[in-house]
């Protein structure tokens, strides 16, 4: 069926701070024709949620295509990344996932974090469990007060994913420590400075020490940040139904999935748009 030139985007806000769903047929996305303007709706609202629009994995990747440079997952991977925490389906990265319980930006170690990820749910968790955050980063430094934006503004972070192992699992062994330590760490700003003139904050779970103040200032600062980030204006969380995608800008939220059952069967399909701005 020949898609209509005159494709408008049909979508509705979620709230004020973050997020919005896109009610156009999956033709219409495929297309291509509202690729641009997807892209600066996802920018602005950080979150986009297109409601049990049922893709396929070919479809979903057609539709990462439209909107960017697919970003393979792993050695010539052009396909869907299958997220699960249950071992069972997902043997080699179940445990690393445990990480996505905490908020937190996907790619911290590379000096070009992804763009985008897309994540469609093929088996959703039961209700009330395994759902995901989003937090507006952008919304949440541009609401701080001045005073705070110019003591924060040159902060550097190292992060590495040695810090959320504490989180998931408090008492490594400490070939275990060093295992996840060889990985790598990398310094981060905190306050990043977009090409675009805007700003966001660089946080979570990956976020090990602020450089250059004390243990406990530093922590205060983490803390802080996060807690604010990820209240109530900035942040939504998504109830799955089967066939949902949502894709969220990497580069101006942070994210994280809750808890759930990691033998309850939830499966999700993810892609991801290579990114196009390093962090700075
Ligand atoms: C991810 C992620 C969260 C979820 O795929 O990067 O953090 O809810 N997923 O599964
Ligand atoms: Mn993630």
Redesign the pocket.
Known sequence: MPVATDTRLKTEEIKPGIGSRVLNAKEELLSGALATEIRELLEQRGVLVFPQIGFTDEEQIAFTRTLGTFAPEGEGNEGVTK?TLDVKENPSSAEYLKG?LYWHI?GTRNDVPILA?L?SCRVPSPKGTGN?GFCNTYAAYEALPDEQKAEIEDYRVAHGPWASLFYYEPEPSLAKLKGYQGIGEAELPLVWKHRSGRKSLVLGCTAQRVLGVDAMTSAQILVGLREWATSEPFSYSHEWSVGDLVIWDNTGTM???EAYDPTCGRM?H?TKLQGEEPFE
Request: charged residues 25%.
């Open positions: 997220i996505s996907d990820s994540l995901t994210h994280r999935a999700m993810r």
